[in-house]
């Protein structure tokens, strides 16, 4: 039997899409987004946030470029994946990054929201 891996969160994008090509000249959008939390400590709420690397695949990686910049709320759905890899010192490394399966624009851009401010 297989395991469940399903991921739905909303965030904050605190690092800009930036697309790559990889074989075939396909696209694959990177940016990174900050999920927050709260955790209760010595009897006083805290928030925290975690940080993700988020992937998107094809031409919605393209389509989305202008949009996913840093300061945007997004929701995402998608699976968990764990990256691993040999740095240069011979170290294992490894990250989780979400792949993203379904985006949602939460807000407006931030540009857009000041010059409706004023």
Aim: aromatic share 8%; proline share 3%; no cysteine.
């Amino acid at each position: 039997m297989a395991d469940i891996n399903v991921l739905a969160v909303t965030g904050t994008v605190v690092r800009d899409l930036k697309i790559s090509y990889k074989k075939n000249d396909y696209p694959i959008g990177r940016f990174k987004v900050a999920v927050n939390n709260r955790r209760k400590t010595d009897g006083e709420w805290e928030e925290y946030g975690n940080y993700f690397e988020a992937v998107i695949f094809g031409p919605r990686a393209e389509s989305l470029e202008r949009h996913l910049v840093q300061g945007r709320r997004v929701g995402i759905e998608g699976q968990l994946r764990q990256d691993t890899w040999i740095d240069k010192e011979q170290r294992r490394q490894s990250k989780t990054i979400i792949v993203i399966q379904s985006l949602t624009l939460l807000n407006k851009p931030p540009e857009e929201s000041e010059e409706t401010e004023e």
